[in-house]
């Protein structure tokens, strides 16, 4: 999926998040966000998937203008085509591990166990799906997230930081499962990081600063 950020622009109050951002990610592409604490990476990729608002500049998805979509639309494009995988993991703790990654096709109205099992023995997890999330590892819930980030064949993957909570050879795992499954799908991949690691990973890395994008 193409993405086309266009003079993007936040602030809160009157405080400046960042400015005049612009970069836009082929399909397929792998690009890496890297920048100092605060500068606003994750408010960034909020924006990018429709998911937070904006002061000025636009979005683009495929050539579809999110901010002149109505919140609803906005959200059915995201369920449909874009995939985020949190630092925090968010998986539900009364869900099992097959539920939370069940859980995108469930709101698109579009079950599939097979699908679910496929991704969890694609991610390492195969056999743990019917496993509350409190007895997983930190690794093990990152990899949930991943699975049902890209449960549904998302077009456009957003990673915030999906290895910022791991050790080093963890992350390292995590992130190797990220690409491989991105890559098999054939999916966009914007991943913002603090790791120089998995930036050199990347087709291309962007700095992001106040004032915009250092490439």
Known sequence: MNLI??????????????????FSV????????????GVGKSTLLNCAA???????????????DLGGLRDD???LLRREKVGFVFQAFHVLPHLDVAQN?????????????QRV?????????????ARLPQQLSGGQLQRVAI???LVHRPRLLLADEPTGNLDPSTATKVLDVLLAQTREHGASLVLA???????ARADRVLHLSANGILD
């Open 26 to 37: 082929a399909e397929g592409e792998f690009v890496a966000i890297v920048g100092e604490s």
């Open 50 to 64: 429709g998911l937070d608002s904006w002061d000025s500049g636009t979005v683009e998805l495929d050539g579809v």
């Open 73 to 75: 639309a906005r959200a």
């Open 5 to 22: 950020i266009n003079g993007l622009s936040k602030r809160y109050a009157e405080t400046d998040v960042f400015s005049n951002v612009s």
């Open 147 to 149: 699975a049902r980030a």
């Open 101 to 113: 990654v069940a859980l995108p096709l469930m709101l698109l109205h579009r079950p599939d166990p």
């Open 193 to 199: 990081t603090h790791s120089q690691a998995a930036a």
């Open 117 to 129: 099992q496929a991704m969890l023995k694609a991610v390492g997890l195969d056999g743990l799906g």
